[in-house]
């Protein structure tokens, strides 16, 4: 997936949610050769521990074990919390 894909799915989930939260982009899931291949250059660096990496003010989990795709606020359930707005594309 690169950055362009992202950004498509991600504007293609909010549309599709139609205002309902829980349909909503939750978590971005990438697994590590992902993250180092196409994902994470451009991107903001983490501002906090707590807000972590965050790409359109998404939580990104990064991991080996991870399937690189987009989770939606309920299937994400806790570990996308906190959840804000999606941010426009940068």
Known sequence: MTP???DQILD??????AGNPDA???LIAVHTNDWIAELHAGWTKPKTLVDGIRIRD???AVGATLKTGVLTRGEAGERGEPYRDLTPRP
């Open 4 to 6: 362009a894909d992202l």
């Open 12 to 17: 293609d989930m909010q549309a599709k949610a």
């Open 58 to 60: 998404i939580k990104v």
């Open 24 to 26: 909503m982009p939750g």
